[in-house]
């Protein structure tokens, strides 16, 4: 009887070191995890933001680069997509161009037309879900200043003076899908 009390209690020792063990390494990994995030200042009262400050030498540095950069709106489309069930849903859509030539804005509003019908028919071509996701919005940016500078460019054909593809970039003011 003495002998099998003795054998329980050798067959537990090494269980139990083992589960002594695992919480040890648990506890080791949540303190790293802590010390990490720590670190990164995810716990501080500061915004997020703060490394904002690098980010404006970036951006100051880009500029230089660029040069001066100007703007021109296209403000409140309103367009029909569908989702993926074929319902058709209403979209509002505003943005504004960054570019690189001073004459965007005379050169946006005379081709006015021929830039929001490609921006409807690119957006035609997607559903309301696609539309939704950060790499639907992404796509279509970069398709919309691929679409853009190619309207412009061929407005600008005969004049030597002004850039090529001189669309920079695209940032949405206004993106509603109801």
Same mark, same amino acid.
């Given at each position: !009887?003495?002998?099998?009390?003795?054998?329980?209690?050798?067959?537990?020792?090494?269980?139990?070191?083992?589960?002594?063990?695992?919480?040890?390494?648990?506890?080791?990994?949540?303190?790293?995890?802590?010390?990490?995030?720590?670190?990164?200042?995810?716990?501080?009262?500061?915004?997020?933001?703060?490394?904002?400050? *690098?980010?404006?030498?970036?951006?100051?540095?880009?500029?230089?680069?660029?040069? &001066?950069?100007?703007?021109?709106?296209?403000?409140?489309?309103?367009?029909?997509?569908?989702?993926?069930?074929?319902? $058709?849903?209403?979209?509002?859509?505003?943005?504004? !161009?960054? $570019?690189? &030539?001073?004459?965007?804005?005379?050169? *946006?509003? $005379?081709?006015?037309?021929?830039? *929001?019908?490609?921006?409807?028919?690119?957006?035609? $071509?997607?559903?309301?879900?696609?539309?939704?996701?950060?790499?639907?919005?992404?796509?279509?940016?970069?398709?919309?200043?691929?679409?853009?500078?190619?309207?412009?460019?061929?407005?600008?054909?005969?004049?030597?003076?002004? !850039?090529?593809?001189?669309?920079?970039?695209?940032?949405?003011?206004?993106?509603?899908?109801?």
């Amino acid at each position: !009887m003495a002998e099998e009390v003795e054998a329980k209690k050798s067959s537990k020792n090494p269980m139990m070191m083992v589960l002594i063990g695992l919480i040890i390494i648990l506890l080791l990994a949540i303190g790293g995890i802590g010390y990490f995030m720590y670190s990164k200042g995810l716990f501080s009262d500061e915004p997020m933001n703060a490394a904002a400050p *690098v980010a404006e030498k970036s951006m100051d540095t880009e500029k230089e680069e660029i040069g &001066e950069t100007f703007q021109a709106k296209i403000d409140s489309l309103v367009l029909n997509i569908t989702d993926a069930k074929g319902r $058709a849903k209403l979209m509002k859509l505003s943005f504004t !161009m960054k $570019a690189s &030539e001073p004459s965007i804005e005379a050169l *946006v509003e $005379a081709n006015k037309a021929e830039m *929001v019908d490609s921006v409807i028919r690119q957006i035609s $071509a997607r559903s309301s879900e696609e539309l939704l996701t950060v790499g639907g919005k992404a796509m279509l940016k970069e398709e919309m200043i691929d679409e853009l500078n190619n309207i412009l460019n061929d407005a600008a054909d005969g004049n030597e003076d002004i !850039m090529k593809n001189m669309v920079l970039d695209i940032f949405f003011t206004s993106f509603v899908i109801k």
